[in-house]
Every structure is written in C-alpha cells, then in structure tokens.
C-alpha cells in the first residue's frame, strides 16, 4: 500500500524501535526521565532556544504556547487557513478564554503584515489585547521565506506582540533553503515543531521557547492532563528523529517535485503550483479528482483530498509506480 494522505502516516523504523526499546527511563513529572530530558536538551539546542518541552501533539504544543502567550481576553492573530486557528478545536478560546483573530494567508502562505498591522487592536477597554501574531511554516507546503520573517518580527516587536511559529514542518523549511533550523527560529519567541510527520516519530512534539515561557507552558501542560510519566521511549524516537530524519527530508521535496513533473506532462492533469516541500497540490476538476482516487485505491495508493504528501515511507518507486497509475487513468478517462 502506497499511503499519499500525509507524512502523519510513517511508522517508526527498526533503528528507531531498537532507540526506543534500549531508552534509559524514569518519572518526568519528577523531571526524573534521563530521556525526555536529552530531548529537551537536544531539541533547545539544535533550534538555538533557551529550553524545549516535550508534548503529545502539534496540537497541544500550539495550545500551551497560545495559553503561554495570552491571559484570558487576549487575542491572537492568525491564518484563516492556520492548524492553530481552524484545525485544533477552538482550543484556545475553549480553554484559554483566548479569542483569535484570523486573516487570509496570500499565495505564499504568510500573512499581509501590512493588514496585520491594521488589525492591532487599539489600547482601549472597548476590545481585547492583541497579543500574539502567529504564523506557520511550512504553510500547505510552502515556505516562509527569510526576509519576510524578519518583517514579521520587526511588526511584532513594533507593536509589543509576541511571536509564535506553528512549525509543524519546520525543518522542511530549513531543509528547503539549505539553512539552520536556528536562522528561522530566532524570529519567533516561541516555535513548535512535529516529531511524528517528516521526522518519522510515532508521536509527539516539542515547544521550544525561553525558559521562563517554558516554565509557563509546563505548568499548563500538567493542567491539561499531558505530564507523562515514563515518556523515554517516545522521546527516544524523537532524539532518533531529530538526529538521523533531518536531511534526509531532501528526498521527500526531490520527490515531490518528480510526482509534479510527471503529472504536468500528462495530458488533463493540473496543478496548483509547483511543490516547494513535500506536497504535490493538485487542481482537477471534483469529479474527474474522485475518479482517480478510486482507480488509484483500486491499485493499492491510498489519498485522501487533493493534497498528495510524500514522506519516509514513500519510496521511489513508490513514485514511479504513482506516476504510471495516473499515466493509465490520464489515457482511459
Ligand atoms: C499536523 C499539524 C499540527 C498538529 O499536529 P498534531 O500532532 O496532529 O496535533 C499543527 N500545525 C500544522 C501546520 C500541522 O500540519
């Protein structure tokens, strides 16, 4: 079975079981886990931060930064389209009493800061506090660049707003520009990242931040029923990950890119644009879209929407295989 949904799907390699099954363990609710705490080190080394939390999702990760950042009538700014505002429950508001403020994403996946600007609210008890600007990278596969990070920060530190980054991909980005993980953290006070996507991990996340918000974001991650006990084999994938899954992501963007280019030569076959990551965005028609979904899972390629996602365990053949499958569909329908 060829799994194109998303990189959530990869299971943990035989290197990485034997990482997880050797991990020395203890209690880290007592900080006691040998494990969880080498990640911790690890991961507010590797992004250049003063300290990291290990948490069980992107989700929580997202939701104990916003809770970190934001008291009760505080608001938020983020993408119409953004994990943190529309896919994650209403977390922050549910829980934190913290409204959002979305606004659309352009085509590049960032926010207008311009319009950003705009929407600060005014220090007046008429409104809530805007106090956070949130942005996302990889945002659908795209990639922030530099330059406007940089703006980005520069409007935040402007206005008094902190700065969190849903880095759910971010080192699809960092692998992508051929940069430090580092050079894009250091424009956010707080950034998260997925273990279990790209990375290969079966689960988990980390927050990294200062340590004073991290000390925050621990407090709230007990709270919210997340403080673990003997955490050290998850965390052990994630060391496992963080050290041997990086560079390796480079294939998923190279094959990406081979899936769009053989897509583009086939004739009725569009697509959105030209993948920068790890995704393949195709644009056809609902219809034609739900046929070949089915011949593909007839033949063992299992999609889900119009966002095709490669990952660790898509191989290239796995690639070339695809790729004929929708040559025969692009020939027959
Ligand atoms: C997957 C994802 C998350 C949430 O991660 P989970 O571990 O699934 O909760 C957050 N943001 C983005 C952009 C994501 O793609």
Redesign the pocket.
Known sequence: MIDLR?D?VTRPSPEMRQAMFDAPVGDDVYGEDPTVNALELLAADVTGKEAALFV???????LLALLSHCQRGDEFIAGQD???YR??GGGAAVLGGIQPQPLPFNAAGELDLAQVESTIKPDDFHFARTRLLCL?N??AGKVLSLTYLEAAAAVARKHGLGIHL?G??AFNASVSLSINIKDICDHFDSV?I?L??GLGAPVG?ILVASAELIGRARRMRKMLGGGMRQAGSLAAAGIYALNHNVERLADDHAHASLLANNLNQMPGFSLKEAPQTNMVLLDLEQHRFSRLKTWLADNGVVTSGQRWVCHRDISLEDINRVSELCRTFSQHD
């Open positions: 998303s959530t069980s999702s992107g989700t929580q990760s997202n953004a994990h943190a896919f994650e996302e990889t945002q849903d759910a991909r998260s997925c279990s996507k996340s």
